[in-house]
């Protein structure tokens, strides 16, 4: 079990975020309801190419393109580690090579009945950078101790 304080320990190692399986089931799902709703929307375009089987081939096609675009997309907003510097209260995401991918203070936060976190961090270079933290992927303390951190740092 992850200690909730060791986020904010000074010199300690970045706490490892575990693969949330809700985060995935969910994109699935929104997927195969943006591919469905392509698909009944080319069958209703008048022509002889859109019957069911052209309507079938765009549908998947647009749910192939999705798919990929949604595994891109996570991949590089969900942070594999965090860690928040106790003497700024800065936060750090590291990527699945380990590599620091943003550092700065949390500038936004947004959170969703204790199941999913989007911190927004401003990074120096322009917008801020948004990061989601599904609720699975860490432990409930830890959850609740970076949301809690989330909104102090938002909110004042």
Known sequence: MTDPFLLFSAGTQPVALRASATLRVALA????????????AAAALPGSFMDRTGAMLVGMLSGAYLASVARRTSAS???????????????????????????????????????????????????????VVPADAL??????????????????
């Open 29 to 40: 799902a929104f997927v195969v309801l943006c591919a469905a709703a392509v698909a009944a």
């Open 139 to 156: 432990d409930a303390r830890a959850f609740r101790a970076l949301s809690v951190h989330g909104r102090q740092a938002t909110h004042g």
């Open 77 to 131: 907003r969900v942070p594999a580690a965090l860690q928040i510097d106790a003497g700024s209260g800065a936060l750090a995401v590291f990527d699945r090579g380990g590599r620091r991918v943003a550092y700065g203070p949390v500038v936004g936060c947004t959170q969703w009945a204790d199941r999913l976190l989007v911190l927004a961090i401003a990074c120096g270079h322009g917008r801020p950078v948004p990061f």
